[in-house]
């Protein structure tokens, strides 16, 4: 499983790096933005750790053209911001999850095992509860058979619902 790291507080990326490769990952690490979005779309990561505030193009710019051209990457969002808007956006252009700063590396490594996991579980891109289904490559939502019509953010809400039952 090959994971990128892009993170422009120094001993921070050296210290998930490390942590992961231990794991057993293969890590590559970036400190800028820029450099990180190309090595993003040049090589096929399982996931990547993306920092929201970098220099040289900023997260959420990085994730967007991610999702153009990798959509199966998983992206885990690192972020001092807490604030529920900044989460919502970066569910709406396609994160995969978040973890907010100062966090343990523990937590940060049981997360990106459930997303790597996930990938083989969810083969089908369905997510379902109960009458409720939702196709996270399509866009559209089922409830008991029934199409529903959703907003992007009401999807994204949904999304982050069923993803954390
Ligand atoms: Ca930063």
């Known amino acids: 499983m090959r994971i990128l790291i892009i993170e422009d507080e120094q001993e921070l990326l050296q210290d998930i790096a490390k942590g992961l490769t231990l794991k057993g990952y293969a890590v590559d690490g970036a400190n800028d933005g820029q450099v990180g979005c190309q090595m993003a779309l040049d090589e096929a990561y399982d996931l990547i750790v993306l920092d929201l505030n970098l220099p040289g193009m900023d997260g ?21 911001n ?14 995969s ?9 523990a937590e940060l490594e049981a997360r990106i095992r459930v997303l790597l996991n996930r990938q083989f579980i969810q083969r089908a ?28 953010k009401e999807l994204a809400i949904l999304e982050y619902f069923l993803l954390n039952q």
């Open 125 to 152: 891109n369905c997510l379902t509860y109960e009458g409720i289904s939702l196709n996270t490559l399509s866009r559209t939502l089922q409830i008991k058979e029934e199409p529903v019509e959703l907003t992007a």
């Open 97 to 105: 999850d978040y973890l907010t700063k100062p966090f343990h590396f």
């Open 60 to 80: 959420f710019t990085i994730l967007k053209e991610v999702r153009q051209e990798q959509p199966q990457t998983k992206v885990l969002i690192l972020t001092a």
């Open 82 to 95: 807490s604030e529920l808007d900044s989460k919502l956006s970066g569910f709406e252009l396609g994160a």
